[in-house]
């Protein structure tokens, strides 16, 4: 059942994007976050680091990429994408 719940609210905003062709940053970031509250933290980072390439003063993006690398014990690349903010 959780899973079925994972990949509704993952299909929603992929039907939204596929629709109306957006890549809208704020739309490609929901798409991030949400992959990596389901599990899939390896497509999540590869979102984030395209936002932050594409953006690099974004903090949003940046602090939730942070967080994600945080939570996966990454704390290496965390630190690293902290360290960019300074940049």
Do not use: C, W
């Not at 890549?23 to 970031?29: D, K, L, M, Y």
């Amino acid at each position: 059942h959780q899973l079925d719940r994972h990949a509704d609210a993952l299909a929603t905003p992929a039907r939204f994007m596929t629709k109306t062709k957006s890549e809208a940053p704020e739309h490609v970031s929901l798409r991030a976050a949400l992959l990596s509250q389901t599990g899939d933290g390896a497509e999540a980072s590869a979102i984030y680091e395209r936002l932050l390439a594409a953006n690099p003063r974004d903090k949003k993006v940046l602090m939730n990429a942070v967080a994600l690398y945080q939570q996966a014990d990454n704390h290496a690349k965390a630190n690293q994408f902290l360290a960019s903010a300074y940049e």
